[in-house]
Nanobody, 120 residues
Framework: QVQLVESGGGLVQAGGSLRLSCAVS?????????MGWFRQAPGKERQFLAS????????DYADSVKGRFTVSRDNAKNTVNLQMNSLKPEDTARYYC????????????WGQGTQVTVSS
């Protein structure tokens, strides 16, 4: 069983920064392979932002956030972070972390999300 809890969202002015965290809890029968960050704004589809391999640490980013967002992991603390810099009003959305487990290529486990609002 996998549980994901996001934190760190809030209200920030354009140009500012926020650091989101995702606390990961997984049973031994649900080994995490990849962690991802997504967002969804009202009326829009869910958007992939970044991912990181749980063991190897390989990262991948959407073009829209490359250079502004950085994903990292702390295996000792079982957390995955998303550092967001140079935030823009269009970054306003609910942000979710998600997990792939085992050999699955699907993000089958999701947190409840944390709201990020960027004011102009």
């Amino acid at each position: 069983q996998v549980q994901l809890v996001e934190s760190g969202g809030g209200l920030v002015q354009a140009g500012g920064s926020l650091r989101l965290s995702c606390a990961v809890s997984a049973g031994i029968f649900s080994p995490i392979s990849v962690m991802g960050w997504f967002r969804q704004a009202p009326g829009k589809e869910r958007q992939f932002l970044a991912s990181i391999g749980w063991t190897g640490g390989r990262t991948d980013y959407a073009d829209s956030v490359k250079g502004r967002f950085t994903v990292s992991r702390d295996n000792a603390k079982n957390t995955v972070n998303l550092q967001m810099n140079s935030l823009k009003p269009e970054d306003t959305a609910r942000y979710y972390c998600a997990a792939q487990t085992g050999y699955s290529r699907d993000y089958e486990h999701w947190g409840q999300g944390t709201q990020v609002t960027v004011s102009s």
